[in-house]
């Protein structure tokens, strides 16, 4: 009873080590240790028994303080990681899972076991990742930290014995382009036709809270709550697991109105959820055909409404600290990645500089006040969703820009737009910029 070496002579002259465990009660198995060697190389060769030797008295400081535990992990290791994965793919149903899946089932033929899980075989897929033509660099990082996520909690769970992943360098992410929308793009999205009104409501709701579509998807009434008379979201983002309380500005509470009186024709029975959705394929090509009709030049997709939501407010001047709290993000990092996109930002803070004999006074373009409600009841009835009766967007950032320029004491020229700083912009133009 006990845990040894055991040394196999191949035809090619080289020596393989395995590890034989035996125990009285449980009975025996063999572990390929990974190491051969040719005798006749002595340095090598006493380097790779050496190697197997630690790795034996692994085994056996595991075999002396729970024999029965090592011979369940070595059961367990005689298992399958696709099915493993197969199991959790199915319990949370992310694309970015099911795609991981998929591309795993391709590279191995659709069976992994536990036990030929090692460093050289991660390296192997992700070099099969990488050269997967179909898939962008950041997808196929994506899919690699899955497995690497999956491989870690099958350790945990003792289905393997080691924790190589930290042996694998991940693929690294290349900058792409964020799509965002501006006032007008919303605008154009609100007047063009989409054939799913639930589908609209919840991504114009996207764009005015900053929500993922998981979180919108699992978004119930019951989260919708006062706090000081300001209406407020509370919930546990399905993707980070974090306990979130959103503030709800006005414009979405105008959607959240819509939605309710939409709720008849969605769900007659009744519904908890607050958006009444399709499959994730369907809203992703709903969102395709209806930015088209609004003449987007990108093809639209439900993320677009998040970084919307991130530049509205960064152009309107929030810190970076208040955005990365209302998007839920555990790292301020990620939320810097805005930062780029919003020029119009940078410029107006450039223009803050003296300018020898004057200094430029700061303008202000500020997003619409949290609504403040005195009961939870004025959520519910139907009213408009985007276009205040006043006007729209379009001309309410016109009566902007104009107000701006009487500020600034600027006059239109013959083209009928101001002159600020050597450019030329329209009223709303300006609104946007400074």
């Known amino acids: ?18 590890i034989d465990v035996y125990h009285g009660d449980l009975g025996r198995f063999s572990v390929k240790t990974g190491l051969q060697e040719n005798p006749k190389k002595r340095k090598e060769f006493n380097t790779a028994k050496a190697e197997a030797e630690d790795k034996r008295r692994e085994y056996e400081k595991d075999f002396q303080a729970d024999p029965a535990g090592l011979f369940e992990r070595k059961a367990k290791s005689a298992g399958d990681f696709i099915e493993y994965l197969r199991t959790s793919v199915e319990k949370t149903n992310y694309p970015i899972e099911t795609g991981s899946l998929k591309k795993i089932v391709s590279f191995s033929g659709g069976v992994v076991p536990f036990d030929k899980l090692n460093p050289a075989w991660l390296e192997k897929f992700k070099t099969f990742l990488l050269n997967d033509e179909a898939i962008s660099q950041n997808t196929a990082g994506t899919y690699f930290g899955v497995i690497r996520k999956t491989i870690k909690r099958a350790w945990r769970s003792g289905f393997i014995n080691e924790d190589f992943t930290g042996k694998v360098s991940s693929i690294g992410q290349t900058d792409t382009q964020r799509h965002f929308l501006t006032t007008e793009d919303i605008e154009a999205l609100y007047n063009a036709h989409c054939k799913n009104d639930m589908v609209k409501q919840a991504f114009l709701f996207g764009c005015f809270s900053g929500l993922r ?7 119930t009434w019951e989260k919708i709550s006062l706090v000081n008379g300001a209406p407020f979201i509370k919930f546990q983002q399905k ?7 959103c503030p709800i500005p006005e414009q979405a509470v105008k959607i959240l109105m819509e939605v309710k009186r939409l709720h008849p024709e969605f769900a007659p029975d009744g519904d908890k959820r607050v958006f009444i959705l399709p499959s994730r394929q369907f809203i992703g090509d709903i969102l395709r055909i209806w930015g088209a009709a609004a003449g987007l030049p990108w093809d639209l997709h439900f993320h677009a409404s998040r970084h919307t939501m991130a530049t509205m407010m960064l152009s309107s001047g929030s810190d970076i600290y208040t955005v990365s709290k ?3 993000h555990r790292d301020i990092s990620t939320t810097q990645k805005y930062c780029r ?3 119009t930002k940078r410029v ?3 223009n803050r500089l003296p300018v020898f004999t004057t200094l430029s006074k700061p303008q202000e373009v500020a997003m619409s006040q949290v609504m403040t409600l005195s009961k939870p009841e004025q959520i519910l009835p139907p009213e408009p969703v985007i276009a205040p009766e006043a006007g729209s967007i379009a001309e309410a950032l016109q009566a902007k820009g104009d107000k701006i320029a009487r500020s600034l004491s600027l006059i239109k020229n013959l083209q009928g737009k101001y002159e600020f700083n050597g450019k030329e912009y329209s009223a709303a133009e300006l609104a946007l910029e400074v």
């Open 239 to 245: 993707k980070t697991g974090q306990y979130e309380e």
């Open 348 to 350: 107006a803070e450039v």
């Open 341 to 343: 996109l919003v020029d």
């Open 213 to 219: 579509l998981s979180d919108v998807e699992l978004l």
């Open 1 to 18: 009873m006990g845990v040894k070496i055991r040394e196999r002579k191949l035809s090619s002259g080289e020596v393989t080590f395995y």
């Open 326 to 328: 209302q998007l839920g």
